[in-house]
């Protein structure tokens, strides 16, 4: 059974940055294209980046330029570099596989931008 465990977020200033990490288990986590997606309260979860099982990567276009999918097929780990955060940056960040997600889902990680 999948399991995805997200970890890195917290509370930051704007402009400043995070790095969240994603560790999957249960899974062939090399022949899978990731992906990272936020939720903010009332608003469906968006995906804001994705990697390729081959390393192709793709982001919204809100946090182009800023952040930064990685991953480490050794260690089953996904990784989001995320720089120069916004207030709207704001929201719980929850990695799973792309285009269709699994049915579960990790915990998620509290991202918050605010002075």
């Known amino acids: 059974q999948v399991q995805l465990v997200e970890s890195g977020g917290g509370l930051v200033q704007p402009g400043g940055s995070l790095r969240l990490s994603c560790a999957a288990s249960?899974?062939?986590?090399?022949?899978?294209?990731m992906g990272w997606y936020r939720q903010t309260t009332g608003k469906q979860r968006e995906l804001v980046a994705s990697i390729t099982s081959s390393g192709t990567t793709n982001y919204a276009d809100s946090v182009k330029g800023r952040f930064t999918i990685s991953r480490d097929n050794a260690k089953k780990m996904v990784f989001l570099q995320m720089n120069s955060l916004k207030p709207e940056d704001t929201a719980v960040y929850y990695c799973n596989k792309f285009p269709r997600t699994f049915d579960s889902w990790g915990q998620g990680t509290q991202v918050t931008v605010s002075s």
């Open positions: 249960g899974i062939g986590f090399r022949v899978y294209n």
